[in-house]
């Protein structure tokens, strides 16, 4: 006789056992149905009962094996016959076992070794519903070893995960039997290490303290459970022996719970919460603990005492230790930077996340359950301070009290509350599978099908359970930092009659913890912004959470709350503005960052608030006055063809000019914002890796701009005085770029460096030329600097021939015949970095072939000019550094500053730049850019790789402390502010969280002093 497959009945033909199996959602029926075929479940195969029930289970295929194994492992047919009956006649119990089998491998491995202990599903009474931690110890109490301790543990975590599956326990009754059963079980490895060293237990009193999730009573399947350890002398013992005694007992009890035996482990014991962590000993006296939290500990660390509370050990040594912390864990939003360190943090943890796991990380990923858990801890430390009602070690039980208070607003507590219980509820699942510690969401089909199925997502279990995973933690992601802001709204616009509001002591509270110095200032702005009903206030109630954020993000979140309002004040009627800020993401993110990051950009924003246009990705929701492009600087030919425009329309050069600063107030925001954006970083945009590209960015484009301006400006001078075209005016005419200027390198508060050259068109008498050169230098010089509210541009023409008592423009046969007689060698030196910048171009490349022979003398500088140079140098950092400054935080003339930097790199070039002709090995030395030059001269085999990248680094720092002094004061300066506020600004922009100033100078002192020694020896040392 040939036997048929299992499931074919003919040929190609299903059976209807078959067809069943599948309806009740085995994805493996034939498998199946061999199992139900099998000898031991031969006595109920046809019943229907049976069936039903697998097809509830959250795997109906890992069900019915595990059932098989299970009646497979019985000691006896009669065992197994009872546990038939038993299952058939009593539904709890079948539901329970058949549960536990379809959800968790490792729990049907665990009754496959085990097989009595399924009796411990049987009983279903009311005390049963929600055990407590009397009855696990109860459960535990014939554990006499850590083997047999691992059995009774799974056997009453198996209790635990069979009300679970079933839904008799929710998710938070779960997790708070969990750590119950844990606290039984800390308690009888203790007992245990105790009974194996009673001279131990003698010496000491010890006390185990649970953190973390363990002391919140919200624990997971499989978590480390965090303790931190207390221990005393006991009467009449030594103090040092007390506590080496305590030692050995607490670390026997960590191994007896974490080392792996045949029955495997039961969960890791984490110390590493304890005072100063792994480094620290792992028992300490109370009043070494108190000693500690009071001179040392972070403010992490106060956050992790939230959730601290006695499990195991001498009770009243454990009811001691809260006693004496407790009241520090309720001062710890007084500490400076509290809101700072706690969100840091948090981003700490999702920066090292790995980038192919961040979007399947339950936990700790955006929008994860650690976002619930770090907005409600943050909450609680604020307002947990006069409001007892609020000190929960649970998470849900605190929003609960958060809500009830009014430091929630109920709808967004009831939102984070559901997706709180699915994600911890998925959670859950996914851990029990294996019994694995794990917070990944798994790939496979087969797991996200079993795990939507536990949850009760049955007709398409795994899309439903993605669109619910992914609806809850946009929920999170949207809420968890709103949650501390949108209350503050709610308390000043009281639109909802009936609402349970923030107190204005407590609106005052939360700000002053966000880093508001003038918390009442900020209320009435937030008022005037967010009352009323109109349009522009529901825009701004949706906006202002997240804007309020990102202003406690910043060094001076007042000055950003105040800035927005004055923005809105001047734009709010204006339908495009409101509009970008609501739909463009990165418009509002990037908006805020700019008004909280010092004066500058603020200042320039508020002259033409407009502008803000700029800040979206397109740039052009304004009208199109904001010249495009968003934050992306614009180029010289671009500009410089705006402006001329401009000068045309114009019917005067003081509207012409007026007009071109106009531009170049607009370019200057445009800069500012990019600068500050890559700075800062927003989510759209992280900062910019490349610090020497964003230094090199703003001075480019401040330089482009400074010179698209003066060809502006010369335009309106000649169309006014000669009429259009430049044959009018009776000269050739060019400016040259000196200094920061011919290098590309301006800031934001330079001064124009420039010479003048002018050439009489032929038939024109020369001193009608000079005569008409000279007007055309003090118009420019005089319409530039018309006050106005637009930033200023100085000319400054101190580096022409003889200085101040030379003629402020000369023909090039006059520089020539000076150069030729006359110059000194800081003259030649000064021309290192002259280009042309505006005017006749012929003419500004005829003066760069004139003066190339001077700057890149052939043969290289004689030792005379090398000697004269270096004393030079020595003379201007003695005579010209400002009294009283600290020549070690002087960006430009102290040790490893800019001056260092550009003299030795200038030196280079005037001893080797003779050799760079074209295509030669050291052409790029004929550069006006200090960073090309030097990475020349690396490439060129005069410095080393290390030299060259030390003394790029320190000119790079130096630069960007500038530009930030700059952007953050208003006005320029060479060294670092002293008040606060501003100095954190600072290090804000250089990438210095809160309370890291010192950090910041220290790093520059470090950069500054490595490049100097560089400069001692390759300008200084040199031959």
Not at 776 to 794: G, I, K, N, T, W
Not at 818 to 831: G, K, N, T
Request: hydrophobic letters at 40%.
């Amino acid at each position: 006789m040939i036997r048929r497959e299992a499931g074919m009945t003919a040929p190609g033909r299903r059976s209807s056992t078959f067809t069943r199996l599948l309806r009740h959602g085995f994805t493996d029926a034939s498998a199946a149905e061999r199992l139900l075929d099998s000898p031991e479940l031969a006595p109920v195969r046809n019943d229907p009962v049976l069936l039903e029930a697998l097809g509830a289970t959250a795997d109906p295929d890992l069900a019915l094996l595990g059932l098989v194994r299970l009646l497979e492992a019985q000691p006896s047919p009669t065992a197994r016959r009872e546990l038939l009956d038993t299952l058939i006649a009593a539904k709890p119990l079948r539901d329970r076992l058949l549960g536990v089998l379809g959800a968790s491998a490792a729990l049907g491995d665990h009754l496959a070794r085990h097989s009595g202990d399924w009796q411990a599903l049987v009983t279903y009474e009311p005390r049963d519903l929600h055990p407590g931690v009397e009855e696990f110890e109860r459960g535990l109490a014939g554990a006499d070893d850590p083997v047999s301790l691992r059995v009774a543990y799974r056997r009453c975590l198996l209790s635990i995960a069979a009300r679970d599956v079933c839904g008799t326990t929710g998710v938070a009754d779960t997790a708070a039997e969990l750590a119950d059963l844990a606290t039984a079980t800390l308690r009888a490895a203790l007992r245990l290490a105790r009974a194996a060293a009673p001279q131990d237990d003698a010496l000491c009193r010890l006390a185990v303290i649970a953190m973390g999730k363990c002391g919140g009573h919200e624990l997971n399947y499989v978590s480390d459970v965090d303790v931190i350890f207390v221990g005393e002398s006991t009467d009449g013992a030594d103090e040092d022996k007390s506590l080496r005694a305590a030692t050995r007992l607490a670390s026997h009890m960590m191994r007896i719970c974490s080392e792996t035996t045949v029955e495997g482990s039961i969960w890791p014991v984490d110390a590493n919460l304890r005072p100063e962590g792994r480094n620290g000993p792992l028992v300490r006296t109370l009043s070494s603990h108190v000693a500690y939290y009071q001179r040392w500990a972070k403010t992490w660390e106060f956050q992790a005492l939230l959730k601290a509370r006695p499990v195991a050990g001498d009770p009243a040594l454990g009811a001691e230790y809260i006693a004496a912390l407790n009241p520090m864990v309720w001062q710890a939003a007084e500490r400076e930077n509290f809101v700072g360190d706690v969100q840091k943090m948090r981003r700490r943890v999702v920066a090292n996340i790995p980038a192919a796991e961040v979007e399947r990380e339950l936990k700790l990923g955006p929008g994860g359950l650690r976002d619930v858990e770090f907005a409600v801890q943050l909450l609680q430390l604020v307002h947990g301070r006069t409001d007892t009602s609020l000190r929960s070690g649970s998470t849900l039980e605190a929003l609960k009290a958060l809500a009830a208070g009014g430091y929630v607003g109920r709808a967004d507590a009831v939102q984070l509350d559901e997706a709180y219980r699915f994600l911890r509820s998925m959670e859950h699942r996914i851990q029990l599978f294996r019994l694995r510690r794990t917070h990944l969401v798994p790939e496979d089909e087969a797991d996200l099908r079993r795990i939507g199925r536990s949850l009760g997502l049955r007709s398409d279990p795994v899309a439903e359970l993605t669109r619910e995973w992914k609806r809850h933690t946009g929920v999170v992601r949207r809420l968890h930092e709103k949650l501390f802001y949108r209350p503050l709204l709610d308390a000043v616009a009281q639109l909802a009659p009936g609402e349970v509001r923030l107190s204005a002591e407590a609106a005052r509270e939360r700000l002053v913890a966000l880093g508001y110095a003038d918390p009442a200032a900020a209320l009435r702005h937030l008022e005037a912004l967010a009352s009323g009903v109109t349009r522009k206030a529901a825009i701004q109630r949706t906006l202002l959470p997240v804007l309020l954020g990102w202003f406690a993000d910043s060094a001076d979140p007042d000055a950003g709350l105040l800035n927005f309002r004055k923005v809105s004040d001047a734009l709010g009627k204006t339908p495009w503005y409101l509009r970008l800020l609501r739909d463009e993401g990165a418009a509002a993110e990037n908006l805020a960052r700019v008004l909280s990051a010092g004066r500058l950009a603020p200042d320039l924003l508020m002259r033409a608030p407009e502008a803000v246009a700029l800040l979206g990705g397109g740039g052009g929701a304004g009208g199109g006055a904001d010249g495009g492009g968003g934050l992306e600087p614009r180029g010289r030919a671009q500009l410089e063809q705006e402006i001329l425009a401009a000068v045309g329309r114009a019917e005067s050069a003081e509207q012409g000019v007026t007009a071109a600063r106009g531009v170049r107030r607009r370019e200057l925001f445009r800069t500012a914002a990019a600068d500050i954006v890559g700075s800062y970083g927003t989510e759209a945009q992280p900062v910019e890796a490349d610090q020497g590209a964003l230094v090199d960015r703003v001075g480019g484009a401040v330089s482009d701009l400074t010179a698209a301006t003066l060809a502006g400006t010369l335009r309106a001078v000649v169309r006014d005085g000669w009429g259009d075209g430049e044959d009018a005016l009776p000269v050739r005419f060019a400016i040259i770029g000196m200094g920061r200027f011919g290098g590309h390198e301006l800031g934001y508060g330079s001064d124009a460096d420039v010479v003048f050259v002018h050439e009489p068109r032929d038939g024109v008498d020369e001193r009608e030329a000079a005569q008409a050169a000279n007007r055309v230098v003090a118009e420019m010089r005089r319409l530039l600097q018309v006050p106005s509210s637009d930033p200023p541009l100085l000319i400054d023409a101190d580096l022409r021939p003889e200085g101040r008592n030379g003629p402020m423009v000369r023909t090039l046969k006059s520089y020539e015949a000076y150069y030729r007689r006359w110059s000194l060698v800081w003259e030649a030196q000064a021309l290192l970095r002259a280009e042309p910048v505006a005017g006749d171009a012929e003419l500004g490349r005829r003066f760069v072939a004139l003066v190339d022979p001077l700057r890149y003398p052939s043969g290289g500088l004689g030792d005379d000019a090398v000697r004269e140079i270096r004393r030079l140098k020595a003379r201007m950092e003695s005579e010209r550094l400002p009294r009283g400054a600290d020549p070690k935080l002087h960006t430009k003339l102290g040790p490893g500053g800019l001056s260092d930097v550009e003299w030795t790199v200038q030196l280079l070039q005037m001893r080797h730049g003779a050799e760079g002709g074209a295509g030669g090995p050291l052409s790029g030395l004929r550069t006006t850019r200090t960073r090309q030059a030097l990475a020349a001269a690396r490439e060129g085999g005069l410095v080393t790789e290390e030299e060259a990248s030390i003394l790029d680094e320190a000119w790079v720092l130096a630069t960007r402390v500038r530009n930030a002094v700059m952007l953050v004061r208003g006005r320029a300066g060479d060294t670092f502010p002293t008040e606060p506020r501003e100095l954190a600004a600072v290090g804000r922009y250089l990438g210095y969280g809160p309370g890291h100033v010192g950090d910041m100078l220290d790093a520059y002192r470090r950069t500054a002093r490595r490049a100097r020694s560089v400069v001692e020896e390759l300008f200084y040392g040199a031959s």
